[in-house]
Nanobody
Framework: VQLQASGGGLVQPGGSLRLSCAAS????????MGWYRQAPGKQREFVAR???????YYADSVKGRFTISRDNAKNTVYLQMNSLKPEDTAVYYC????????WGQGTQVTVSS
């Protein structure tokens, strides 16, 4: 399974971005999909996840600002990020769980004025 993330970029504080992550390859039934992020000098941290049937779970730091969704027909997970803060700056990694956990390559999100 390969994951291709896109949608990162530079945005001002208070702005929005939408990340996408498409899975391809030997896909049978992907269970959880989600996002982690890693800021410079920090450990990778959980952001959000969504189950195949749409149950969602968020880190407290993004709750109310980020929304995760998925399109099972396209094997794609999305992360809508609103009210972005400088502390959201990080490389965002998507993952998909199908037995093993597969990771995308990461996409940079920079929140700065």
């Amino acid at each position: 399974v390969q994951l291709q993330a896109s949608g990162g970029g530079l945005v001002q504080p208070g702005g929005s971005l939408r990340l996408s992550c498409a899975a391809s390859g030997s896909i049978f039934s992907i269970n959880n999909m989600g996002w982690y992020r890693q800021a410079p000098g920090k450990q990778r941290e959980f952001v959000a996840r969504i189950s195949r049937d749409g149950n969602t779970y968020y880190a407290d730091s993004v709750k109310g600002r980020f929304t995760i969704s998925r399109d099972n027909a396209k094997n794609t997970v999305y992360l809508q990020m609103n009210s972005l803060k400088p502390e959201d700056t990080a490389v965002y990694y998507c993952y998909a769980q199908q037995g093993y956990i597969y990771w995308g390559q990461g996409t940079q999100v920079t929140v700065s004025s």
